[in-house]
């Protein structure tokens, strides 16, 4: 599956933005979905994952309660929406899609996007 990502920008500290990760093909539904970061000098973590249907969902402990990641599989699509922004959220974020299971490293991931830049100024 090919991989998007869209929705990128520079935002205020306190402020929101949504990303979204279209998907091409007619299996997107059979992928669980996921979001990571990378910032500058740090390795990429996990943000949130969601599975096939969107019955569960799954964050880092620094996002919960600010970012909400939920899919639209009629549209082939994922999305992540972030409120109450902060400086430490800056980084490229990365959708990605695995078949067989939730999870949360990223080396267990077999598609990824090319990533969206998101700068939160403070």
């Known amino acids: 599956v090919k991989l998007v990502e869209s929705g990128g920008g520079l935002v205020q500290a306190g402020g929101s933005l949504r990303l979204s990760c279209a998907g091409s093909?007619?299996?997107?539904?059979?992928?669980?979905m996921g979001w990571f970061r990378q910032a500058p000098g740090k390795e990429r973590e996990f943000v949130a994952a969601?599975?096939?249907?969107?019955?569960?969902?799954y964050y880092e402990d620094s996002v919960k309660g600010r970012f909400t990641i939920s899919r639209d599989n009629a549209k082939n699509t994922v999305y992540l929406q972030m409120n109450s922004l902060k400086p430490e959220d800056t980084a490229v974020y990365y959708c990605?899609?695995?078949?067989?299971?939730?999870?949360?490293?990223?080396?267990?991931?077999?598609?990824w996007g090319q990533g969206t830049q998101v700068t939160v100024s403070s």
């Open positions: 093909g007619r299996t997107f539904s059979s992928y669980v």
């Open positions: 990605a899609a695995v078949v067989q299971k939730v999870s949360t490293l990223a080396y267990e991931y077999d598609y």
């Open positions: 969601i599975t096939w249907r969107g019955s569960l969902t």
